[in-house]
């Protein structure tokens, strides 16, 4: 079956780093894109970057020029490189795959910015 888990997350002061990683399987990852969200307390959960199969990026302006998304199909892994991180990052983070008509979710990393 799909699954995708998350790793990478953690506690980081205001201007640091974190690479999280998507880690997938259960279906054929090259070709597919893939996407991160987050969901912060209290608010609903919104989408932070996306990867095409073809390797085309987006983001949300929030992050943008801070976070980066990446692949690896050798390794069925997305990544998602996040520098200058702000308290507002704060959130938990899900990686997501759209197969068919079903959405995937992995549980889940959260990451927490103090400042």
């Known amino acids: 079956q799909v699954q995708l888990v998350e790793s990478g997350g953690g506690l980081v002061q205001t201007g640091g780093s974190l690479r999280l990683s998507c880690a997938a399987s259960?279906?054929?990852?090259?070709?597919?894109?893939m996407n991160w969200y987050r969901q912060a307390p209290g608010k609903q959960r919104e989408w932070v970057a996306g990867?095409?199969?073809?390797?085309?990026?987006s983001y949300a302006d929030s992050v943008k020029g801070r976070f980066t998304i990446s692949r690896d199909n050798a390794k069925n892994t997305v990544y998602l490189q996040m520098n200058n991180l702000r308290p507002e990052d704060t959130a938990v983070y899900y990686c997501?795959?759209?197969?068919?008509?079903?959405?995937?979710w992995g549980q889940g990393t959260q990451v927490t910015v103090s400042s």
């Open positions: 990867l095409a199969g073809g390797a085309a990026t």
């Open positions: 997501r795959v759209f197969l068919g008509s079903s959405h995937y």
């Open positions: 259960g279906f054929i990852f090259s070709g597919n894109a």
